[in-house]
């Protein structure tokens, strides 16, 4: 199973808003809205953000949003704030073969 | 809350075996909601799934690893372990533990441990 794809970086101003896209597959993005996304700042353990396509956790802004159109999921965060600039990686249930995919990941610069 | 804690050998030779545990505090192992998975990261790379296991000791692994990987359960003393055999310099990697949860099938990892780096040398 190969990874999902994302942009290998973004950026935006502070109070932008920006979007990550996460290219799958109709066997993985397309087959399911189990979609996850993870926050991970430099020396620390990636975060949950989003889960199940569009659900925030409880603790996480509503800045943060998901959606999926066909194989592509996106990951949109609005208000830009200087504390969002981290890595920004994609997860998907992929079938009973091989249950999870990640993307490469995202690299996001608030300038 | 839930915490998860990785341990074990920060250092490890080539073609010999990698094992780390995982302890699980402020909550129990054997829910019956949630699968224990293991997550590598490579040096500056993305994130790579290695496998997952349910309390009662059903597993999944990632196909490109199941040949050289064994995920464990010990209910006892909360905690799930990971042995990845045959390592090569390819393994060097920062190793997570997380919980698996979702819908079902589980399709989430939260919350993470803080990782572990594993170095693969002489």
């Known amino acids: 199973q190969s990874a999902l794809t994302q942009p290998a970086s973004v950026s935006g101003s502070p109070g932008q808003s920006i979007t990550i896209s996460c290219t799958g597959t109709s066997s993985d993005v397309g087959s399911y809205n189990l979609v996850s996304w993870y926050q991970q700042h430099p020396g620390k353990a990636p975060k949950l953000m989003i889960y199940e396509g569009s659900k925030r956790p409880s603790g996480v802004s509503n800045r943060f949003s998901g959606s999926k159109s066909g194989n592509t999921a996106s990951l949109t965060i609005s208000g830009l704030q200087a504390e969002d600039e981290a890595d920004y990686y994609c997860?998907?249930?992929?079938?009973?073969?091989?249950?999870?995919?990640f993307g490469g990941g995202t690299k996001l610069t608030v300038l | 809350q839930l915490q998860l804690q990785e341990s074990g050998p920060g250092l490890v030779k080539p073609s010999e075996t990698l094992s780390l545990t995982c302890t699980v505090s402020g909550g129990s192992i054997s829910s019956s909601s949630y699968y224990w998975g293991w997550i590598r990261q490579p040096p500056g790379k993305g994130l790579e799934w290695i496998g997952s296991?349910?309390?009662?000791?059903?597993?999944y692994y990632n196909p490109s690893l199941k040949s050289r990987v064994t995920i464990s359960v010990d209910t006892s003393k909360n905690q799930f372990s990971l042995k990845l055999s045959s390592v090569t310099a390819a393994d060097t990697a920062v190793y997570y533990c997380?919980?698996?949860?979702?819908?079902?099938?589980?399709?989430?990892?939260?919350?993470w441990g803080q990782g572990t780096l594993v170095t693969v040398s002489s």
């Open positions: 997860c998907s249930y992929a079938g009973s073969s091989t249950p999870v995919v």
């Open positions: 296991i349910y309390y009662s000791g059903s597993t």
């Open positions: 997380a919980r698996h949860g979702g819908f079902p099938p589980p399709n989430w990892f939260d919350p």
